[in-house]
């Protein structure tokens, strides 16, 4: 199967669903504080190094306290499924998800909904990686030839390093990745992970987010003599804002526009660089919703 044939696919995907699960309006009422506003917790998954994660998230909640006037709390995920639970659970209202994480957080609380996006997340990718050792190079066509290599997701939870380069192995290739690398991939837990096992020889064969990628490249912090891009997947949406439905009801009507503009006002590159991503754009439930059929079709919902 060619990647035009499955981006076609995909675009079907996505203007399918007219019904979508987590988009509609929620039932639930909750008390707001004592008339001083609460703090508000928010999260992101943690796609890449932790402690860079805590120092830039943290900046972005020192800049939407002081545009909404309400004070915000970044609060460190310990995985991908944490991050889920943790807005299950309304220990958190507000958190930066992948196409994945976001499809399972508003098919667990009703009423949620995607509020922005990365100017890159409507069209992502993600890259498979090769050591130089496997002789592999860039190719439009998918690499059959890593049948039977040694190969790692990233998180178990990961669109761009788990579902979506699962959907296309299994769609190309007609097996499951356990069929076709001969032996269960492994799962590398985040991105910079998976980059580190693929230059360092561990692993063969990988995928990772090309946004992280691009950018530790761009940083120096990758030798491209030794781990390189052997195949980009067909784009798929990805990242995004999901405000939980309890906002409105804690800080005012019309709280969730606003911390929707505040988010898409953001302009200083060093806080953009929390993402990463150029700008932040305006995002609904319907962006997402041919990643969520995929999510849905092989049992991650």
């Given at each position: 199967?060619?990647?035009?044939?499955?981006?076609?696919?995909?675009?079907?995907?996505?203007?399918?669903?007219?019904?979508?699960?987590?988009?509609?309006?929620?039932?639930?009422?909750?008390?707001?504080?004592?008339?001083?506003?609460?703090?508000?917790?928010?999260?992101?998954?943690?796609?890449?190094?932790?402690?860079?994660?805590?120092?830039?998230?943290?900046?972005?909640?020192?800049?939407?306290?002081?545009?909404?006037?309400?004070?915000?709390?970044?609060?460190?995920?310990?995985?991908?499924?944490?991050?889920?639970?943790?807005?299950?659970?309304?220990?958190?209202?507000?958190?930066?998800?992948?196409?994945?994480?976001?499809?399972?957080a508003?098919?667990?609380?009703?009423?949620?909904?995607?509020?922005?996006?990365?100017?890159?997340?409507p069209?992502?990718?993600?890259?498979?990686?090769a050591?130089?050792?496997?002789?592999?190079?860039e190719?439009?066509?998918?690499?059959?030839?890593?049948?039977?290599?040694?190969?790692?997701?990233?998180?178990?939870?990961?669109?761009?390093?788990?579902?979506?380069?699962?959907?296309?192995?299994?769609?190309?290739?007609?097996?499951?990745?356990a069929?076709?690398?001969?032996?269960?991939?492994?799962?590398?837990?985040?991105?910079?992970?998976?980059?580190?096992?693929?230059?360092?020889?561990?692993?063969?064969?990988?995928?990772?987010?090309?946004?992280?990628?691009?950018?530790?490249?761009?940083?120096?912090?990758?030798?491209?003599?030794?781990?390189?891009?052997?195949?980009?997947?067909p784009?798929?949406?990805?990242?995004?804002?999901?405000?939980?439905?309890?906002?409105?009801?804690?800080?005012?009507?019309?709280?969730?526009?606003?911390?929707?503009?505040?988010?898409?006002?953001?302009?200083?590159?060093?806080?953009?660089?929390?993402?990463?991503?150029?700008?932040?754009?305006?995002?609904?439930?319907?962006?997402?919703?041919?990643?969520?059929?995929?999510?849905?079709?092989?049992?991650?919902?």
């Open positions: 199967m060619t990647a035009k044939s499955l981006r076609a696919g995909l675009a079907t995907l996505t203007m399918s669903g007219l019904v979508l699960t987590g988009c509609n309006p929620s039932d639930q009422a909750t008390t707001g504080g004592d008339g001083t506003p609460p703090v508000l917790r928010f999260s992101a998954i943690p796609d890449q190094n932790q402690t860079e994660l805590r120092e830039k998230f943290t900046a972005i909640a020192q800049h939407l306290s002081g545009e909404l006037g309400v004070p915000f709390e970044y609060v460190p995920a310990a995985d991908y499924r944490a991050s889920v639970q943790m807005f299950r659970n309304g220990d958190i209202h507000l958190a930066w998800f992948g196409g994945l994480t976001g499809a399972q508003r098919n667990a609380v009703p009423g949620a909904r995607a509020i922005a996006q990365g100017d890159s997340d069209l992502y990718f993600s890259y498979f990686l050591h130089r050792d496997t002789g592999l190079e190719s439009d066509e998918f690499p059959m030839e890593i049948a039977g290599m040694s190969f790692t997701f990233g998180s178990e939870s990961s669109t761009s390093g788990r579902l979506m380069p699962e959907y296309f192995i299994r769609e190309i290739t007609g097996k499951t990745p069929e076709f690398f001969e032996q269960q991939p492994g799962f590398s837990g985040d991105h910079t992970k998976t980059i580190e096992l693929v230059s360092t020889g561990q692993i063969q064969v990988a995928v990772v987010a090309y946004t992280l990628y691009d950018r530790m490249v761009e940083d120096g912090l990758i030798d491209t003599d030794l781990v390189r891009v052997i195949w980009r997947t784009d798929y949406a990805n990242y995004n804002f999901t405000a939980h439905p309890e906002l409105d009801e804690i800080y005012g009507e019309g709280f969730i526009e606003r911390l929707a503009e505040a988010l898409i006002a953001i302009d200083d590159p060093e806080l953009l660089s929390a993402f990463p991503r150029g700008a932040i754009i305006p995002a609904k439930c319907e962006d997402f919703e041919g990643t969520r059929i995929v999510a849905e079709d092989l049992g991650f919902l």
